[in-house]
Each structure stands twice: as C-alpha cells, then as structure tokens.
C-alpha cells in the first residue's frame, strides 16, 4: 500500500470515528438518563432509543450490502426505522449500541484492510464502491449524531458538567 492510500484509508476512519468536526458516539451517548430513552419531545416524532436504533440499521444495513452478495433490500422507510410505538429497556438499549459499535468496528476495520479495493465497485450493486458506502456511513452517522445532541439539548438531558 503506497503512502497516498494509506493517508485516504487513515482520513476515512477518522472521519468515522468523529471528533474533528463534531461529536463522537460515544461523547454524544455518554450518562443519558435511561428513565428518557423512551421519551418523545414536543414535535418530534421519535425518542432518543429511536434514533440510535435507526443509526444501528442503517449503519448494519449498508455493512451488509459492502459484504454480502446475497444482499436484499429494505423498505424505506419502514425496514431502517423501529415501529414509532416501540420501545426498549435498558437491556435493549445497551443491545443497540452494542450492535452498533460492533458494527463500526467492522466498517473501519474494512475501510483499514488492504485487500479491500476503496474503488472497485462492489459487483452486486449499481455502480456504489467500497469508498462510497464508507463515506456514507459517515455522513449518515454523523447527522443523526448530531442530531442527537440536539435532541439532548431539548430535553435537558446534558449532565451539568456538560459544555
């Protein structure tokens, strides 16, 4: 692997990862009250839970369609959401960034590996490459990161200490 490609696969997991330009996962998750994942703010259609879920999806759904040439569709927006009337304990919650970092390790251990050809196009797609679906899992993930933040700011579940 030359120095070039190294810099771009380096850049691309730092840019997964966040804390350059905004918040990571982690910093955004961190000490949220679990008596609120379930809470729905005043016009907002969805709870904390809900949006992590929809990250966890999404993020696994794009990871499946990168490996598996089986791969099948979802229905959006239906299949990338949980039911709005869904909810989660705190089990389920901590099931749901479990299943979301292990599946961001695999995206950027991907994105690392240099069997992994960044600008092939991935054969059962249409056109989309290795590069793209890992620029996508980060823009996806760092909206609704941000996003949640909001959300925090708006329901007033920042810990004090929180700057």
Not at 137 to 154: C, M, P, Y
Request: proline share 7%; net charge negative; aromatic share 10%.
């Amino acid at each position: 692997m030359d120095e070039a490609e190294r810099a771009l696969r380096d850049q691309l997991v730092r840019l997964l990862r966040g804390g350059m330009a905004h918040m990571t996962f982690e910093q955004t998750i961190e000490d949220f009250p679990l008596d609120r994942i379930n809470e729905r703010p005043l016009n907002v259609p969805y709870t904390p839970w809900h949006i992590l879920e929809h990250l966890r999806i999404t993020q696994w759904d794009i990871l499946d369609f990168m490996r598996n040439p089986d791969y099948k569709e979802m229905a959006w927006p239906d299949q990338y959401w949980p039911a709005p009337d869904a909810v989660t304990d705190a089990e389920g919650w901590a099931r749901t960034i479990a299943g979301f970092h292990a599946d961001f390790e695999a995206v950027c251990a991907i994105s690392t590996d240099p069997q992994t050809d960044l600008y092939a196009r991935i054969p059962w797609g249409d056109g989309q490459t290795n590069l793209r679906e890992i620029l996508l899992v980060a823009d996806h993930n760092s909206h609704h990161i941000g996003e949640f933040a909001i959300l925090r700011q708006v329901m007033g579940t920042w810990p004090a200490s929180h700057t």
